[in-house]
């Protein structure tokens, strides 16, 4: 019943996508419409699967904020290509979600303690930015492209310029990186307290290189004043690193996550 559930929503976003990008080649108002109408039915859907589902997987929750930042943005940019890039990426992770299955990355145990659930939470926060600056970054290597190419005005996919696409992607990596840290700070914490069979768990080893990715990112955006097309290949390396977190679980004694 789960790959059946999820597949429902599934094809509705999948809809909305194709409907998208029907719609920059040959821009009309009801293929707009239906678009939205679409991914409205999606998150609908998903909305209420979530609300009974258990346990709740992280991808399943960063699908569903990013239906949702897909919507705000159809509504609020009309004539760009949002959902050609949004969308796939809400695809790509409900596709993890069926491959590996709800449990394998779900957001928190029954039992999980307060400071816990505060970890879970500050993570879930963290992963719902890098997935932004995972869509920023996209945009902006695809607009990049199109200016080395020199595509004409009215051609192609509608984008934002390059310096608002690097705006949204700051904004992402500034929102991230402290809720990374914090959430770090306290799994850092209840593992003392609870520790884990080996501090050599594959997902320790790959969230502290995703934090040390952010990092990085943050040290050559604010202390070299770098810019553009580097930011933007490392925002998409800590997506790959925050998806590889999420699918290789770990337990820790006495119940944390």
Not at 46 to 68: D, T
Not at 105 to 126: I, M, N, R, Y
Not at 212 to 220: A, C, N, Q, R, S
Request: proline content about 4%; aromatic content about 12%; charged content about 10%.
């Amino acid at each position: 019943m789960y790959g059946i559930s999820l597949v429902c929503f599934a094809t509705s976003y999948t809809a909305a996508l194709g409907l998208e990008v029907w719609c920059q080649f040959r821009p009309r108002r009801i293929l707009y419409f239906l678009g939205l109408l679409f991914g409205a039915a999606g998150l609908a859907t998903q909305s209420v699967y979530l609300a009974f589902q258990r346990p709740v997987g992280w991808m399943l929750i960063l699908a569903w904020v990013l239906a949702i930042f897909y919507l705000y943005g159809a509504l609020h940019y009309q004539r760009l290509a949002w959902g050609v890039f949004v969308l796939p990426v809400i695809l790509g992770l409900l596709g993890l979600s069926l491959l590996f299955g709800p449990e394998a990355d779900q957001l928190s145990l029954p039992d999980a303690s307060f400071w816990g659930e505060v970890h879970a939470a500050l993570l879930l926060l963290a992963a719902v930015g890098v997935c932004v600056g995972l869509c920023a970054s996209l945009m902006y290597l695809f607009r990049a492209w199109q200016l080395r190419a020199k595509t004409l005005p009215g051609r192609g996919l509608r984008l934002p310029s390059l310096e608002r696409l690097e705006q949204m992607n700051r904004r992402a990596i500034d929102w991230s990186f402290p809720l990374l840290t914090a959430g770090v700070v306290i799994g850092l914490f209840l593992m003392i307290q609870h520790p884990l069979t080996a501090w050599t768990d594959p997902r320790v080893l790959s969230t502290a290189v995703l934090w040390l990715t952010f990092l990085l990112m943050v040290v050559l955006r604010y202390g070299w004043r770098l810019r553009g097309r580097l930011v933007a290949l490392l925002t998409i390396v800590a997506f790959l690193l925050l998806v590889c977190c999420l699918v290789l679980g770990h337990s820790l004694r006495g119940g944390a996550t």
